[in-house]
């Protein structure tokens, strides 16, 4: 079977063997059949493909996995396709995205829960995090700790007053007496979103420090309108 994954920006074209393994293939246009899918955070995503269809549902998930990716929200990604995530998507993604796509992602899976997680990869995340640090340009992660100060980010009608694209800002919460290398993340309005996951931040902060402060901007906000809404940031390292 030949499936095509098409994102809003990017097609991903995937052989699939009759063990159920796949990689990426050649890219072409002649595949039978066409499932659209309109979704309110991810845009429009298309699958094609040609063959029986056997296993379709996995490549359904995996496109909609594929959308945070290009997103930027890794960890959420790899949440959704927790049972999936094996080496063959692992290294899709990485083909598809190149390596520090798929860098950021394995650092921010690994060091960026909460809980224990594993992944088929031999990487060290911190000297990958590191490796990043050092080569500049964008990272992606996570904002924690929104729950504490959810009330100071809605208006009087409980609305989010965070918007995609918003900017914000990340610097080093120094005096923190829970953690010496405590990155707090601002809003551009100057309210005070969370911070960066302390097994992250123990990394960066000497880049910010470093800097004075890093800037960027929203990229995501899933499930907004719960207690617990997540979001999603990029930095400019």
Known sequence: MKVCLSLEGKDIHIVVTPSGHYALGEPQEDYEKTIKFEE???GSLTLRYSGSGIGLAKFVEILKALA?????????AYIW???LMDEDLLQLIKGAWGDRV???LVVEVLLGSFSEVILPVSE???????????EGGTYHTRVVGIVHRIGDLRDAEKNLILKEGDKVYVVWDQGNEHDENALAV??????????IRRTIAKVLVGKVKEAGHLE???SLIWDEKSYRPQVFINLRI
């Open 40 to 42: 309110e955070k991810l």
């Open 68 to 76: 945070l990716v290009e997103k930027g929200a890794y960890l959420l």
């Open 81 to 83: 396709l927790k049972d």
């Open 102 to 104: 798929y860098n950021n």
């Open 124 to 134: 060290d995340p911190q000297e990958v995090l590191k490796k990043l640090i050092e």
């Open 186 to 195: 601002y809003h551009g309005s100057g309210k005070k979103v969370g911070y």
């Open 216 to 218: 960027g901007s929203i």
